[in-house]
């Protein structure tokens, strides 16, 4: 009994300090997606090749991790994904533009098969992605058939700015939940215990 007693704060001291870990870490990746976003817009044919190299550093450096915690195929594809980006991104204007006319409406299309998949509310939000990728593959397609490629890239551009700036939100949601179970305060221990032996494996107060 003293040992269940004595034990019961651990998962409450290590929960605590995993979320004081990982907040700072999900708040500063939401506020660097949101100052992608805004970069990428007010830096006109500059912000295709920031938005495309910065979401392909990202994804390499999220690719890594993924490798670390032993999920091969999938870290290695987001490495070598992410990689191909930051080198277009660098040597390519224009092949930039055409890597982002393709790939919003087909990341778009990605996501609303995976939300799908999922089922339940996630089900919902898939089907509305999915209308969404709809109208911008459409928007993009008329705006390259009228306008060109040079205005359908600019387009592709604004969208997929918009897309990371909402991919901003739940990681500023979850950190903000986060830095609230870190600062939470600790729990009361229990009565007539001191904190000095029970580390010992009790404090030696008999208990029935």
Known sequence: MANATTA???P??????TARRAWPLRAALGAGLVVLAVVAVVTGDLGARLLLGGLGLLAAVRGAG????????PGAASVAGGLAAVAVAVTSAPVTGWVLLAGVPLTLLAGAGVALARGGAARRAGAALLVWTALVGALLAGTLAVQGADRAAAVATVVAALATGLAAVPLLVAAAGLRAVASAPEPPRAAGCAGCACS????????D
């Open 200 to 207: 010992g494996g009790g404090c030696g107060i008999p208990r």
């Open 66 to 73: 993924l490798l670390r915690a032993g999920a091969v195929p």
């Open 12 to 17: 409450l001291r290590t929960e605590r300090e």
């Open 8 to 10: 019961a704060p651990a």
